[in-house]
Nanobody, 124 residues
Framework: QVQLEESGGGLVQAGGSLRLSCTAS????????MGWFRQAPRKEREFVAT????????VYADPVKGRFTISRDNAKNTVFLQMNNLKPEDTAVYYC?????????????????WGQGTQVTVSS
């Protein structure tokens, strides 16, 4: 059973930065896509960003384009989310996900594995 563990969340002022990490306990597939979702209070979970195995395919949600950067280290089974110029509306629990498929359709289809989430709070 693969487990995903997120870290790096916390409290930051608007305009600040945070870097989230998510490490998979094993390598469930020969190649796999990883990414991030978030869920704010009283809102549905929403897609944030995803990156494929090679890093050649990256997709961002519109609200984070130009502010967030996703990357990965395959040797460490880890994906990162660098979040800059944070806004209060970025406040949410951030979830890591891992899937055997491509970056296509993230947010519109079931994914293989999920982490437990890490809280990000941005104060105004």
């Amino acid at each position: 059973q693969v487990q995903l563990e997120e870290s790096g969340g916390g409290l930051v002022q608007a305009g600040g930065s945070l870097r989230l990490s998510c490490t998979a306990s094993g390598r469930p597939f020969s190649t796999y896509t990883m990414g991030w979702f978030r869920q704010a209070p009283r809102k549905e979970r929403e897609f944030v960003a995803t990156i494929n195995w090679s890093g050649g395919s990256i997709v961002y949600a519109d609200p984070v384009k130009g502010r967030f950067t996703i990357s990965r280290d395959n040797a460490k089974n880890t994906v990162f989310l660098q979040m800059n110029n944070l806004k209060p509306e970025d406040t949410a629990v951030y979830y890591c996900a891992l899937d055997r498929g491509s970056t296509a359709g993230w947010g519109r289809r079931p994914l293989d594995y999920w982490g437990q989430g890490t809280q990000v709070t941005v104060s105004s």
